[in-house]
């Protein structure tokens, strides 16, 4: 069975994001108010074989441990597990 | 009120993405078997003040056509809208 799994990566919360403070700032210029905080991360859509959902979601948690996510300074999450017929969601 | 919106922001399907093409290469390496496709996007939390959730999320929506999104070639979708008491979730 082919699951498209969400893993989203975003920096710890103690790490420095100069790239989320950037698009707040801009957001403000922009004219848009009350911005508190803006966090950038990246966003991965794997689209894997799996005889089940939860084989799905543990071997995206191991491939996030291993290679999406840094985990001194990122930390990872799986948001969304779905089944898909064909690779790719949108 | 304050919310925490998550924008996801995907490439288009019909956009190549060398870094899931990459990622997906290297999954392989690594020894994972089943890997289909992997798509690799952006994804922010926006901490903002709005009266309602529904401001919040058409807020987040407008953000994301004039700043986070190129519409030409990606895609945005709100993944989440929560109420919380301080800016950040994690």
Chains 1, 2 share one sequence.
Request: aromatic share 4%.
């Amino acid at each position: 069975m082919l699951f498209t799994v969400t893993v989203e990566v975003m920096p710890k919360a103690s790490v420095a994001d100069p790239e989320g403070a950037t698009i707040a700032r801009s957001l403000d210029t922009l004219g848009f108010p009350g911005i508190a905080q803006v966090r950038a991360g990246k966003v991965y859509q794997l689209s894997l074989e799996a005889p089940s959902e939860d084989v799905a979601r543990s071997t995206a948690q191991d491939m996030a441990s291993k290679l999406l996510a840094n985990p001194v300074i990122e930390s990872a999450a799986i948001t969304a597990v779905a089944r898909t017929d064909t690779a790719g969601i949108r």
